[in-house]
């Protein structure tokens, strides 16, 4: 587990909605929010710390060197994505960096959110030890073939680069087991929508 763990917040109720790549996580933590809930968005904040941390900035310069670098000197997020999808050691050192900062980013988040209902739509949530961090994890399936038609489709990968991501993160099976609401985004989107709208009951009586 994790030393990044988050202390727990009073009076707020937090969702986590996890997956592995192309299950559809993000998909679902949509369909779950209502006017009354916040949504934070663990990849988006990523992107942004990466795009405007200068302490992260120099670290990740640092691993990779100029090379994962644009013309005007911002990161190559796809360049990056190559180097550390391609290796677990590397892999590891890159979320060494990056997620004590996303940790902090997503607490303030919470804190300073005045909805009582707090979904956190995040790929790390059993990876990075924050499972304690959520009141209900929601854990996101798809079919293989499914992860890799749809992740070729929508980011532009190859199978292998897909079957690489795949490879760094955490079974779907083993994931489960942390789950209190395992949603099947195999089937079609209003067979997820039911599923979605039958846990946002549960979850709104208790």
Same mark, same amino acid.
């Given at each position: 587990?994790?030393?990044?763990?988050?202390?727990?917040?009073?009076?707020?109720?937090?969702?986590?909605?996890?997956?592995?790549?192309?299950?559809?996580?993000?998909?679902?933590?949509?369909?779950?929010?209502?006017?009354?809930?916040?949504?934070?968005?663990?990849?988006?904040?990523?992107?942004?710390?990466?795009?405007?941390?200068?302490?992260?900035?120099?670290?990740?310069?640092?691993?990779?060197?100029?090379?994962?670098?644009?013309?005007?000197?911002? @990161?190559?997020? !796809?360049? *990056?994505?190559?180097? %550390?999808?391609?290796?677990?050691? &590397?892999? /590891? +050192?890159?979320?060494?960096? =990056?997620?004590?900062?996303?940790?902090?980013?997503?607490?303030?988040?919470?804190?300073?959110?005045?909805?009582?209902?707090?979904?956190?739509?995040?790929?790390? @949530?059993?990876? !990075?030890? *924050?499972?304690?961090? %959520?009141?209900?994890?929601?854990? &996101?399936? /798809? +079919?293989?073939?499914?992860? =890799?038609?749809?992740?070729?489709?929508?980011?532009?990968?190859?199978?292998?680069?897909?079957?690489?991501?795949?490879?760094?993160?955490?079974?779907?099976?083993?994931?489960?087991?942390?789950?209190?609401?395992?949603?099947?985004?195999?089937?079609?989107?209003?067979?997820?929508?039911?599923?979605?709208?039958?846990?946002?009951?549960?979850?709104?009586?208790?």
């Amino acid at each position: 587990m994790s030393s990044y763990m988050p202390k727990p917040r009073k009076n707020k109720f937090i969702i986590g909605v996890t997956g592995n790549i192309a299950c559809g996580k993000s998909t679902v933590a949509r369909m779950l929010k209502t006017r009354n809930c916040f949504l934070i968005n663990a990849d988006y904040l990523g992107h942004k710390i990466l795009s405007s941390d200068t302490a992260v900035y120099r670290k990740i310069l640092k691993l990779f060197g100029r090379k994962i670098l644009k013309p005007d000197n911002s @990161i190559d997020r !796809a360049k *990056l994505s190559q180097k %550390v999808f391609s290796n677990k050691p &590397v892999l /590891a +050192k890159f979320n060494s960096i =990056i997620l004590p900062e996303l940790i902090r980013k997503i607490k303030i988040c919470i804190r300073n959110s005045d909805k009582k209902i707090i979904i956190l739509d995040a790929a790390l @949530i059993v990876e !990075a030890g *924050l499972t304690r961090m %959520v009141d209900k994890l929601v854990v &996101v399936t /798809a +079919k293989k073939h499914q992860q =890799i038609t749809r992740s070729q489709k929508s980011l532009g990968l190859t199978k292998e680069q897909v079957l690489l991501r795949m490879k760094s993160q955490i079974s779907q099976k083993a994931k489960s087991r942390f789950a209190d609401f395992i949603i099947d985004n195999s089937v079609q989107l209003s067979k997820t929508r039911k599923q979605v709208v039958k846990i946002r009951r549960l979850l709104w009586k208790s």
